[in-house]
């Protein structure tokens, strides 16, 4: 069983800079996909970013590409979303997800991942 553990989300004002945290506890396997999403009020949740846990593929959606950065420190067991420039729409609960399998032909989409984190809250002021 894999357990994963948010933290690190917060107020922060536009412009400002945030570092998500996902500790992970369990077994984990160098092709396992870990990934953030976010929702926010209303809407879908949607993948930000992913990678694979040896780092082989690593993914950015278009509309966080260049300001946010998936990373891992195996050592620690811990996933990381470094984001900057950050803006009002940013605002949203942020989820870590394990998916227990490789990646796939496609990026992988929120039914292929088999354990989430609880959310942490990022809220951009304008």
């Excluded at 926010?40 to 993948?47: I, M, N, S, T, V």
Aim: hydrophobic share 35%; net charge positive.
């Amino acid at each position: 069983q894999v357990t994963l553990v948010e933290s690190g989300g917060g107020l922060v004002q536009a412009g400002g800079s945030l570092r998500l945290s996902c500790a992970v506890s369990g077994h984990i396997f160098s092709n396992f996909v870990m990934a953030w999403f976010r929702q926010a009020p209303g809407k879908e949740r949607e993948l930000v970013a992913a990678t694979t846990w040896n780092g082989g593929k690593v993914y950015h959606a278009d509309s966080v590409k260049g300001r946010c950065t998936i990373s891992r420190d195996n050592a620690r067991n811990t996933v990381y979303l470094q984001m900057v420039s950050l803006k009002p729409e940013d605002t949203a609960v942020y989820y870590c997800a394990a998916a227990f399998r490789n990646w796939g032909a496609t990026t992988p989409g929120r039914g292929d991942f088999d354990s989430w984190g609880q959310g942490t809250q990022v809220t951009v002021s304008s």
